[in-house]
């Protein structure tokens, strides 16, 4: 299995101000995904982080709000833009170490004032 | 796309007991399907899965059955024990070229000794 670590892993923010969340994982994966999880919610997908190329995000959440970088098969992130309270949340990264399981990151608890 | 029901949203049993969660899954080409356990103010971790060549399969106290014709999967947890209380949730992707997963809405479970 692939082990995810995650930087940061809590922040709290300023309405207005960014932040970008760090994931890197400990072997070369193929894919790997942001979610977003509000408390005592189920995982949201918010997009899938390709390397080489754009990231493809779900419905609802767009590039200018959560741009996201995949400069190679173990590394990830995932900014924040233009922060407002509603995006205080828990944000996780996942990966695979092959097949189709997925494994996570600690997440990174997200508080904006 | 996908659509990932899952029941029921709480379920509370005596240490021993067994418990049963269920998921059905809208869209018939997702052919792997897995579990995870979530405690409190940890990350998802994946405990168990299936792919749609297989009816059922076992982990010691933790199984999964698929039926493919009914689009529902389960998890069976035996002889529960206190520490197995966490939120668990399915999911349904393809299996192919690591595709996206798409979670359930989660289910607590407490057992109480």
């Known amino acids: 299995s692939a082990v995810i670590s995650q930087k940061p892993s809590r922040d709290i923010c300023q309405r207005g101000t960014s932040l970008t969340i760090q994931c890197q994982v400990d072997?070369?994966?193929?894919?790997m995904f942001w979610y977003r999880q509000q408390p005592g919610q189920s995982l949201t997908l918010i997009a899938t982080?390709?390397?080489?190329?754009?990231?493809?995000?779900e419905s609802g959440f767009v590039i200018d709000k959560f741009p996201i970088s995949r400069p190679n098969l173990t590394f990830s992130t995932l900014t924040v833009s233009n922060m407002s309270p509603e995006d205080s949340s828990i944000y996780l990264c996942s990966g695979g170490g092959g097949s189709s399981e997925q494994y996570f990151g600690p997440g990174t608890r997200l508080t904006v004032t | 796309g996908e659509n990932v029901e899952q029941h029921p949203s709480t379920l509370s049993v005596q240490e021993g007991d067994s418990a049963v969660i269920k998921c059905t899954y809208s869209d018939s080409a997702s052919n792997y399907f897995p579990w995870y356990k979530q405690e409190l103010g940890k990350r998802p971790q994946l405990i168990i899965d299936?792919?749609?060549?297989?009816g059922e399969k076992k982990d010691q106290r933790i199984a999964v059955t698929l039926n493919k014709t009914a689009k529902h999967f389960s998890l069976h947890i035996t002889e529960t024990q206190p520490e197995d209380s966490a939120v668990y949730f399915c999911?349904?992707?393809?299996?192919?070229?690591?595709?996206?997963?798409?979670f359930g809405t989660g289910t607590r479970l407490l057992v109480s000794p």
């Open positions: 072997s070369q994966v193929t894919m």
């Open positions: 982080a390709n390397q080489g190329s754009e990231a493809t995000y």
């Open positions: 299936i792919r749609s060549n297989v």
């Open positions: 999911a349904a992707s393809m299996d192919t070229g690591f595709q996206k997963l798409v």
